[in-house]
């Protein structure tokens, strides 16, 4: 099996900033491709940051320049540092990456979501 553990949600003043972590465990043989997404109530879920094996990284526009994603792969841990946070990126954030378990097809996981609140 393999989980995704999310951690570093909470409430932060508009301005401020959060770090959020991703760590994957479980029978896995290889991760590829490493993200975040974040769905805010009321909305479709959306792509937020998207990271691959060798490090080449896609931003949402709407978070280009305030957010960094990257990941180390020796602790299989994703992460997305949050600056200059906005109210209107108040969602659930959710970390997925698509892993490579042996004699199992290649599959895209989800962990179970970690709020962000940003409201003075």
């Known amino acids: 099996q393999v989980q995704l553990v999310e951690s570093g949600g909470g409430l932060v003043q508009p301005g401020g900033s959060l770090r959020l972590s991703c760590a994957a465990s479980g029978s896995i043989f290889r991760i590829n491709d490493m993200g975040w997404s974040r769905q805010a109530p009321g909305e479709q879920r959306e792509l937020v940051a998207l990271i691959t094996s060798d490090g080449n990284t896609n931003y949402a526009d709407s978070v280009k320049g305030r957010f960094t994603i990257s990941r180390d792969n020796a602790k299989r841990t994703v992460y997305l540092q949050m600056n200059s946070l906005k109210p209107e990126d108040t969602a659930v954030y959710y970390c997925?990456?698509?892993?490579?378990?042996?004699?199992?097809?290649?599959?895209?996981?989800w962990g179970q979501g970690t709020q962000v609140t940003v409201s003075s």
């Open positions: 997925h990456a698509e892993i490579t378990r042996l004699l199992v097809k290649t599959s895209v996981y």
